[in-house]
């Protein structure tokens, strides 16, 4: 069973930046794709950036030059940095990881911007 752990949301003024930081637990034996999403009311759940077992990487068109996916060398934790914050990506940011073939999710963070 894979569990995934987020945190780093919050509440930050628009142009600012946060972490979000995302594990992957349980019984994995190798490196697990990664990703978030976010989520924003009245709205359908979008690619936020993407990270391979092998680090490529991929983002959505709204946040590519502003955000950033990396992982931690050897372990299955992802941090995605957001930089230059609008009130437009005010959502709840969803890490999952995908697995043997199966997709897990977290709980989601919210994330705010206030203009």
């Known amino acids: 069973q894979v569990q995934i752990l987020e945190s780093g949301g919050g509440l930050v003024q628009a142009g600012g930046s946060l972490r979000l930081s995302c594990t992957a637990f349980?019984?994995?034996?190798?490196?697990?794709?990664m990703g978030w999403y976010r989520q924003a009311p009245g709205k359908q759940r979008e690619l936020v950036a993407g990270?391979?077992?092998?680090?490529?990487?991929n983002y959505g068109d709204s946040v590519k030059g502003r955000f950033s996916i990396s992982r931690e060398s050897g372990k299955n934790t992802a941090y995605l940095q957001m930089n230059m914050l609008k009130p437009d990506d005010t959502a709840v940011y969803y890490c999952?990881?995908?697995?043997?073939?199966?997709?897990?999710w977290g709980q989601g963070t919210q994330v705010t911007v206030s203009s």
């Open positions: 990270i391979g077992s092998g680090g490529i990487t």
């Open positions: 999952n990881a995908r697995y043997t073939g199966s997709l897990y």
């Open positions: 349980g019984t994995i034996y190798s490196r697990v794709e």
